[in-house]
C-alpha cells in the first residue's frame, strides 16, 4: 500500500512564505510525476503545480513566478515552495502521485490534504 503523506500548511500572513512537503512511502519502484493541487470549498480541484521524475515542470498561470516545485527521487518526495502568498491562494493543498509503480501494477495515490491560510 502506498501513502503520500503532507506536511507544511498553515496560517500566513499575505506577502509571506511557506513550504509544503509530501513523502510517499510503501513499496515503490519509482514515481513518474508528483504535484500539488488545491481545491476551495464549492470549486474543483485544480492543478498548481507538477513535476516528473526527470524534473520537467509545469505550473498554473496563477502561480508562475511565486510557486517552485522539486522533488527527491531518492527519497520519493516533492515539494512546493510558496512565496508572495496572497489570500487567493488559500485553499486545501493536495499532494498527487502519478504513475506510481508497484509490484502490484500502476497507481495514482492522493494525500489527506493541508490547508494554506493566507489572511492578515
Known amino acids: 500500500q502506498v501513502q503520500l503523506v503532507e506536511s507544511g500548511g498553515g496560517l500566513v500572513q499575505p506577502g509571506g512564505s511557506l513550504r509544503l512537503s509530501c513523502a510517499a512511502s510503501?513499496?515503490?519502484?519509482?514515481?513518474?510525476?508528483m504535484g500539488w493541487y488545491r481545491q476551495v470549498p464549492g470549486k474543483e480541484r485544480d492543478l498548481v503545480a507538477a513535476?516528473?521524475?526527470?524534473?520537467?515542470?509545469n505550473y498554473a498561470d496563477s502561480v508562475k513566478g511565486r510557486f517552485t516545485i522539486s522533488r527527491d527521487n531518492a527519497k520519493n518526495t516533492v515539494y512546493l515552495q510558496m512565496n508572495s502568498l496572497k489570500p487567493d491562494d488559500t485553499a486545501v493543498y493536495y499532494c498527487?502521485?502519478?504513475?506510481?509503480?508497484?509490484?502490484?501494477?500502476?497507481?495514482?495515490?492522493w494525500g489527506q490534504g493541508t490547508l494554506v491560510t493566507v489572511s492578515s
Open positions: 498527487n502521485a502519478a504513475d506510481v509503480v508497484t509490484p502490484d501494477g500502476y497507481l495514482e495515490v
Open positions: 510503501g513499496s515503490i519502484f519509482s514515481i513518474s510525476v
Open positions: 513535476i516528473t521524475r526527470g524534473g520537467r515542470t
